[in-house]
């Protein structure tokens, strides 16, 4: 089935049931929960028995939040709420989000589920502080680095926990919808693929273009959770922590409020593509629980609604398989995470620690 008419078919019938299983006495992170999925998503685990640990930008959201979940979970509730405040656009927010987090909770094994869910649509162009576009800086290089900061630490308490922690990423089908030949080129200059793709002049900004980053910017996420994937295993192969990618599907959430601000036609064609083809967040946000239950067999598969592990991998080849898009793979993953190790302090001991010898596929001299 086409993504249209899947998305047509997902609007009214949910695509899983309402998530069931239990997270009495765990402990969840969902980063990015002040509204959309992330909010649905606080509920589900809220009321399937987990304490949340829930995050904004801002701290009056992440209140409205907290108490929204309350409402919706009842006085029975036994879990906690914590909120804590995130900004994914920039590096000393991360991390000191993450010294906090460190401090809120016992020690690392207490933290069974991290759901890195913040992302955005922009359809103007605008660069963050640290010279990059801004959806790039957020939903690739933003959330690739709170994963790495996260699994640094969550690795370390496997010996203390009977199963693998998770870390579950909210990614796009959106990634698929990718023509890699430009960032091909661009990896063959000097600039390189996160340069050019942050470029003004590379910019879309026609008036049919309503997101011109987001789907490449899912796309390089994509290749990055790749490499976070490897990094999350032992010595023995085994994962350590239990990495998956999710799209839940096309979701009436805010996601689309900077298309709207461009011109009124724009505002109508958000509002009727959300009415007529998106699906409620409580029914999207159901996937993330479906992820974070997975086995370890399942360790870095991207978990959708509609295609089996081989459906994807077919519709997948030309972005994510072919030899064109592994070499782009090891490329954005060496500027990315160079970006991080000259940004971030003490990331690069973190990732000398984590590093694997058998870390082949992210190719040598890249970490
Ligand atoms: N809606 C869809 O159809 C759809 C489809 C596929 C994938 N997704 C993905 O699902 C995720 C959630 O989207 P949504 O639809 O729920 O959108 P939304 O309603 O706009 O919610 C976005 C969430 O991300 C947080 N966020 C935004 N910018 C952030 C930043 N710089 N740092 C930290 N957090 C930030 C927001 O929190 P604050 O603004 O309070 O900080 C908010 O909680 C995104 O990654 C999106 O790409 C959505």
Known sequence: ????????????VPASLPPSGSFDGQ???????????????????????????ITSRVASRVEAAKRHIEEAVGPSYKGDISCLEL???SYESCTSFMAK???SLPDPAALDVAILNGGMVNSHWEQSEAGWERTIQINTIGTTLLSLLLLGWMREARSHRKSPAHIVF??????LYNDIDPLVRWSQEKDGILRQVSSKDNWDGGFWETQPNYNVSKLLLMYMIEGVSELARGPDGEPLVIVNSVCPGMVKTDIGRHIATRSWVHAIGVWLTLFVIAKTADSGSRICVTAALKPKENHGEFVNYWMTPDMYRGQAESVIGSDK???LQKQVWKEVIDELKSNVPGLQASLDKMCQPAMDTLGKGSI
Do not use: C
């Open 101 to 103: 987090l460190k401090t």
């Open 325 to 327: 898009a592994r070499a």
């Open 87 to 89: 900004d994914l656009e």
């Open 170 to 175: 909210v990614s796009s089908r959106d990634h």
């Open 1 to 12: 089935m086409d993504a249209p008419f899947q998305r047509l078919v997902g609007r009214f």
């Open 27 to 53: 402990t969840v992170l969902i980063a990015g929960a002040s509204t959309g999925i992330g909010l649905a998503a606080a509920v589900h685990f809220a009321t399937l028995g987990a304490s949340v640990i």
